[in-house]
């Protein structure tokens, strides 16, 4: 199986916090759609004709295109791959742009599964982040989303911000759990380099981000999840039973997607390749039918470290098995040592030769895999 990942590089307004590509400048759109049609063409034996079990609308805010360019896409990749009849097609949509016609256009374009930005039911959160929706748009928006016969639905929230009490992030999980929402992804507030918050901070006009609440927030949240019946499946994924996101599941298992668009990553197997970040550039290119990219081919041993990292961010974990087969026995007798030390200190456990973090080791994922790495 495979997965397509579309890149729609537009926002109304930048997020505080946002470090994905993007541009608050929609003159480029037509343009950009455009060429997304012709990068599929010029992309059409990337995938080796592989089933495609799913299409995923990124950005951005992809639920910015109109109608009419979502069924062009989407016609599109089923011309040219073979679209697997039920496959999940997944469109990022920013609350505020969810009104009862907008989602029944998106379900007649071919829509199945929302993925809604959220992020807080609170109205001083959404304030701190400088999000384009309000409290009521966002709890508004998985009403009419349900209303209007979404059934798929995965929301984000984001946890450990400054703004945010212990009370408040209970009563945005209780929320969306009432609500019944089928898939949550949660976030702990990250300050990247070069966005506004970074500045803002770097400037000390707002404060640090604190790692204990984020710490705190986290486990609260697996504990509530867990209570709910959600399965915690990815480190910052959690559904209920059969709500699983067969995209984001495809990063996580090692299978090819391709990605289209600037900024988009693809990856086959054994070379991964990234589009320039630059719309205008983006553009220019493709008129001349050239994809711009700059490619990695992947070495055993960064196989090797991928596989760890996001196998073990999985519920499923690592295992050693598949280890010895695709990288040798050696290998999985050096990890399964170095695993040791984790495994006393109650991070993670050893389960039918699988290496499966426990939520106490989940706190520290990144850590411990890169402590993993060959």
Not at 86 to 98: F, H, R
């Amino acid at each position: 199986m495979a997965g397509i990942y579309l890149h729609i590089p537009f926002c109304k307004q930048a997020c505080y916090y946002c470090n994905f590509h993007f541009s608050t400048s929609l003159s480029q759109q037509p343009a950009l759609v455009k060429q997304l049609v012709r990068e599929i063409d010029l992309q059409r034996n990337y995938l080796s004709g592989a089933p495609v079990s799913s299409i995923y609308f990124g950005g951005g805010t992809p639920s910015m295109l109109p109608q009419a360019d979502i069924q062009l896409l989407l016609s599109k990749l089923r011309d040219t791959f073979p679209v697997n009849p039920d496959a999940e097609i997944t469109l990022e949509a920013n609350p505020d742009d969810l009104s009862p016609g907008k989602l029944d256009a998106l379900r007649a374009a071919g829509i199945n599964r929302l993925s809604i930005g959220i992020q807080s039911f609170h109205e001083p959160d959404l304030r701190w982040m400088n999000r384009a929706h309000d409290s009521q748009q966002a709890l508004q928006s998985i009403i009419n989303a349900k209303a209007a016969g979404f059934d798929n639905l995965t929301i984000d929230l984001i946890y450990g911000g400054p703004t945010l009490t212990d009370e408040g992030w209970a009563a945005n999980v209780q929320q969306a759990i009432d609500l019944g929402v089928q898939h949550l992804s949660c976030y702990a507030l990250t300050v990247e380099p070069g966005t506004a918050l970074d500045q803002f901070i770097r400037k000390k006009k707002v404060a640090a981000v604190d790692s204990d609440k984020a710490a705190r927030h986290f486990e609260q949240l697996m504990q509530w999840t867990a209570k709910a019946g959600y399965e915690h499946y990815e480190i910052s994924n959690f559904a209920l039973p059969g709500w699983h996101s067969r995209h984001n599941s495809s990063y996580w298992q090692g299978q090819p997607y391709l990605g289209l668009g600037p900024s988009a990553h693809s990856f086959n197997g054994g070379s991964r390749q990234w589009n320039i970040a630059n719309n205008a550039q983006y553009i220019k290119s493709m008129e001349q039918d050239k994809v711009p990219f700059e490619l990695e081919e992947l070495t055993a041993v960064m196989m090797l470290n991928e596989y760890i990292m996001t196998t073990l961010r999985t519920s499923q974990g690592c295992i050693l098995p598949v280890v010895a087969e695709r990288f040798g026995t050696d290998k999985r007798d050096t990890l399964l040592q170095l695993s040791r030390t984790f495994i006393d200190k109650g991070w993670m456990i050893l389960r039918n030769d699988t290496l499966v973090l426990t939520p106490e080791g989940r706190l520290f994922a990144d850590g411990i895999a890169s402590d993993l790495f060959f």
